[in-house]
Structure formats: C-alpha cells, structure tokens
C-alpha cells in the first residue's frame, strides 16, 4: 500500500479539488490517519491567532484618510487625462536618464549646458540611474498587473496598453544601453527579457483584443514575469534605501 | 443614498467616489485582517489597508467580476504587502513581552487567552504565541502570504497564484513549505493538546 506524503496530507486538510483518492486511503490506513491527525493538531494552533478587533467606525476612518488621495476620478477607459500622467512619468525618466548620460559621456565637452549635471558625481548618477530603472519597473508593473487582472478587453482599452507598451519598449532600451554601458549584465539580461515582451505587447493584434489579452497574461505567467519584476524593483528600493545604488 | 454590494460597484466602476466610498467602508476590516496577518503589526496593516483602496480606486475599471470584489481587493491587498514586506526586507511582529509595549494591549497572542481562561489554557496559549510568533517571522514574504491566503482566507491555491503573481504549482509549494516550517515549529503544541 502506498502512503499519503506529507503534501497529499496537506492538500486533504485544505480539502483541495482531486483529493478524493487520498481521502478515501486515509479512511483506510491507521498510518496515514494518526499522520493527518497530527498534522491537523499542528495547524490546529495556527486557528488560534486572532487578529486586534477594528471599531466600527474603522471604515469611516479609512475613507476619511483616503479621500482626499481620490482626486483623480476613476475613467470608463483610458482617455487623454491619464496618457499625460503616463506620458509625464516615461518622461522624467527620461530626463533622468539624460541627467545621467549628460555626465557620463558629455564630459569634458557637456552636450547640455547645465552647471547642475555637470556637478553631479559618478555616484550621484549612478543613484539616478538605479532610481530611473526601479521606476521603469514599477511602470511594467502597472502595465502587467492590468494585462494579468483583464479577461475580457475592448479594442480601444488594448490601443492604449499597446502605447503604454511602446512607451516602455522605448524608455527601456535607453536604460539598457545606459547600463550596458557600465557593464552591468544581471539586470541588463532582465530589461532584456522584460523587453521582448513588452515588444510583443506593442504589437498585440487588433483584431482579437479578448484574446491577445489572454495571450499576453500566459506569457506572463509562463515565465513568471510579474513577480520577477516586483522582485527586481523591490530589490533596487530596497538598496536605494538602504544608500546603495549599484545595479 | 444607500447601495447594495453591486450597484455600488457598478457607479464606483464609473467614478463615483460616493459609491467607492461604500465598499471602503464595508470591506476595511476584512483587507485590515490580511495585511495585520501578513505584516505582523497594526501600523504598517492599517497604511497598507489604504495602499490597497488607493490602487483599487485606480484599477478598478480593470475589476471584471470574475471574483468577488472583496477576493480581487485581497489579491491587490497581497500584492501591495508582498512589495511592502520586500522593501523593508522584514517581519515586525506585534508580540512584544508587553509592558513598554504600547501595542500590547493588540498583541495577537494576548487574544489567545481570551474568555476567561483557565491558568492551564492561558499558558498554552502563552506557548503557542512564544513559538508561533517566530514560526511564522521565519517564512519567507511569499511562503507566508501563501500560508496567510490558504489557511486564513481560505482562497483557493489559483487565486494565490494569481495574487502572488506565480503559477499555481509554485503557489502550491510555497505553501508545503511553510506548513512543513510551521509545522516543525508548532508540532510540540500541536501534540500536546
């Protein structure tokens, strides 16, 4: 007689689909029965962590601090409002990457006349850069958490995931360069991968939104890009915040 | 005016704060469960309560019904926590041995002992928050949010694969991981009652 391991147990107490045959052995076998029951009075303790109770008026107190953080109404689809916001954050990381690049390849003759730059250190640079790339990631981000939360889509809502795609490619490619160029590879490699994706978003087909959407969510799930993104970037605020600035 | 769960999801879908402003108010506490689970203290959960209405104002003409508003808000609620818990690169347990403590009076084990107990209860339970705490400060962010969404929340393993952002299979096995920590970590409670 084979035996329920200790994952089959688990699956059993969370009464997990297609657990029928281990439920079935386990009425049967004594063995696996006494290690169910043990398993059970483990977790069993688990039950008894109780979270501090919130008064009443807690959800009042929760809309009274996020109001006004709610300035910007929520929109049916994506219109003009929302692509500035977008338009306006790919942009400063821009300008942030030439801040960088001004000081890094411009000198001793600065393409851009900014005493400011100029002044800047290979460090402080370097900082701006890291700051570049984790808001970069943080922009995929957004973009992958949409694509992985829609299952059904409208042509006009998959045009503008299509710019805001592009945009990154864009803005990507900038940050790559920028760190090839110090010979970084680690996170070179990931902006790498994270733009033959965004490449394929870009060029997401028109004439089946609903499921070049869902295309788009099984590449980002086969390859688990989301959470390598929220890794990578967390890493980087993480150094960042902890005054390291090295990619 | 007063809304049912839909109907306000449904306005709050067309940017009307008043109906947002009904689902905040009737889902805080649930999502303040999670991040309280997840984070281990009352501060950080009640600034990641807000994280996760904040970004669901923003996202939620993304929100499709295929789950409930309130599992879709968990999913975000997780999510938000995971990059919170990262970025601080820890776990701040409320328990305290009390006393200075000025959370002590919320620390999640003292709860255990609640309802009168008899001096026998309350020093199990005193136990199982000595080794509980450090049981689960010792999961890593995606072992722990797994374990917290499958054992507390009763989600089902897609779901937190869905909101850890990984496939089901690695949802699956960071939950064996954590009950086997737990487990390890708990078994001389587990046997003792």
């Not at chain 1, 910007?72 to 990457?97: D, E, I, Q, T």
């Not at chain 1, 803005?171 to 990931?190: N, P, V, W």
């Not at chain 1, 959407?213 to 980002?220: G, K, Q």
Request: charged share 25%; net charge negative.
């Amino acid at each position: 007689m084979t035996h329920l391991t200790e994952e089959d147990q688990i699956l059993v107490y969370y009464n997990e689909p297609g657990t029928n045959n281990a439920k079935k052995h386990l009425a049967e076998c004594a063995e696996c029965k006494a290690a169910a029951d043990s398993l059970a009075r483990a977790l069993s303790v688990c039950n008894e962590w109780t979270v501090p109770e919130r008064p009443p008026e807690f959800g009042h107190d929760v809309w009274i601090r996020l109001a006004p953080q709610l300035d910007v109404p929520a929109r049916k689809a994506p219109g003009w409002h929302g692509f500035r916001l977008w338009a306006a954050a790919a942009g400063f990381a821009v300008l942030l990457l030439a801040v960088f690049l001004a000081g890094r390849y411009s000198r001793p003759t600065p393409v851009m006349d900014a005493p400011v730059m100029a002044a800047l250190s290979d460090q402080a640079r370097e900082r701006i850069l890291a700051i570049a790339v984790a808001d970069h990631l943080d922009r995929v981000q957004i973009l992958l958490t949409e694509i992985s939360n829609t299952s059904e889509t409208s042509p006009e809502v998959l045009a503008a995931d299509r710019d805001r795609a592009e945009d990154l490619v864009q803005e990507g490619r900038l940050m790559r360069q920028s760190l090839e160029a110090q010979g970084e590879s680690a996170t070179t490699s990931f902006l790498d991968e994270v733009e033959r994706f965004l490449v394929e978003a870009a060029h997401a087909p028109d004439s089946a939104p609903t499921q070049a959407v869902a295309d788009l969510r099984d590449r980002i799930e086969a390859g688990s890009l989301l959470f390598k993104v929220q890794i990578v970037e967390s890493n980087l605020r993480s150094n960042l915040s902890n005054g390291e600035h090295k990619l | 005016m007063s809304y049912g769960e839909d109907a306000a999801l449904e306005q709050a879908r067309s940017g009307d704060s008043d109906a947002f402003r009904v689902l905040v108010e009737r889902h805080s506490t649930a999502v303040f469960r999670l991040a309280y689970r997840m984070t281990g203290n009352e501060t950080d959960a009640e600034d990641m309560v807000q994280e996760t209405f904040l970004r669901a104002w923003k996202e939620i003409r993304r929100f499709d019904g295929r789950a409930s508003f309130g599992t879709w808000l968990h999913r975000i609620c997780a999510n938000r926590t995971v990059d919170f818990l990262r970025s601080r690169n820890r776990w701040q347990p409320a328990l305290t041995s009390g006393g200075d403590n000025p959370d002590a009076e919320h620390d999640p084990f003292r709860s255990l002992a609640s309802d009168e107990p008899s001096p026998e209860r309350a020093a199990q339970s005193a136990e199982a928050g000595a080794m509980l705490e450090p049981a689960i400060a010792a999961l890593s962010e995606i072992e722990r949010t797994a374990f917290v969404l499958r054992h507390y929340e009763g989600l089902p393993i897609d779901e937190i694969a869905s909101a850890l952002g990984v496939q089901a299979g690695a949802a699956r096995h960071s939950i064996f991981r954590a009950v086997r920590k737990l487990r390890r970590a708990l078994e001389p409670i587990g046997s003792a009652q």
